[in-house]
T-cell receptor
Framework: ETGVTQTPRHLVMGMTNKKSLKCEQH?????MYWYKQSAKKPLELMFVYSLEERVENNSVPSRFSPECPNSSHLFLHLHTLQPEDSALYLC????????????FGPGTRLTVL | AQSVTQPDIHITVSEGASLELRCNYSYGATPYLFWYVQSPGQGLQLLLK??????LVQGIKGFEAEFKRSQSSFNLRKPSVHWSDAAEYFCAVGARQTGANNLFFGTGTRLTVIP
């Protein structure tokens, strides 16, 4: 595997389900990110982890719970989601300092019924 | 606060024609600027970036962008568009916060290429 991988690529879940999105980066980076991409809206930064510590949490509802067990893996745990949470969830990684670009995974297309 | 405006939601060009996608940013200090491209069902791929130095930046796939501080712009250009360039293009401004780099994205410009 190379770059940034995300699994699953597609996920359909009911509002009462619990699921997790997984992201893995194979680039040796030290920062990882979760973004939400909805139609007609800019990418929304949800969470940032730097050196495995959460450094950003942009007022994301508690039904989204991130986890970063090590510098290569990032999870987004989902529970009791709403239909408006349906979107493409993108994971990215970068190597500090900040002038290094972010590398994105292919995303997980989430549909909440 | 940082923000990015991409005024063109959708642009259609003929194959072989030149292309310019507009991007205006708002940021109090010297920005870090990026252009990304997203094909359907894919993540974002970096086309080019500007941090400092020469204001004309060359990227992959024949793209270039020019940073104009006086206009707060970072427009993307390509002299001759190929059908494979059809995709969504995102401009982003980077801001150094405590911790990792944060990017602020525009809403994107969808490019259609006609034969």
């Amino acid at each position: 595997e190379t770059g940034v991988t995300q699994t699953p690529r597609h996920l359909v879940m009911g509002m009462t389900n619990k699921k997790s999105l997984k992201c893995e980066q194979h680039l040796g980076h030290n920062a990882m990110y979760w973004y939400k991409q909805s139609a007609k809206k800019p990418l929304e930064l949800m969470f940032v982890y730097s050196l495995e510590e959460r450094v950003e949490n942009n007022s994301v509802p508690s039904r989204f719970s991130p986890e970063c067990p090590n510098s290569s893996h990032l999870f987004l745990h989902l529970h009791t989601l709403q239909p408006e949470d349906s979107a493409l969830y993108l994971c990215a990684s970068s190597q500090e300092p900040s002038y290094n670009e972010q590398f994105f995974g292919p995303g997980t297309r989430l549909t909440v019924l | 606060a940082q923000s990015v405006t991409q005024p063109d939601i959708h642009i259609t060009v003929s194959e072989g024609a030149s292309l310019e996608l507009r991007c205006n940013y708002s940021y109090g200090a010297t920005p870090y600027l990026f252009w990304y491209v997203q094909s359907p069902g894919q993540g974002l791929q970096l086309l080019l970036k500007y941090f400092s130095g020469d204001t004309l930046v060359q990227g992959i796939k024949g793209f270039e962008a020019e940073f104009k501080r006086s206009q707060s712009s970072f427009n993307l250009r390509k002299p001759s568009v190929h059908w494979s360039d059809a995709a969504e293009y995102f401009c982003a401004v980077g801001a150094r916060q405590t911790g990792a780099n944060n990017l602020f994205f525009g809403t994107g410009t969808r490019l259609t290429v006609i034969p």
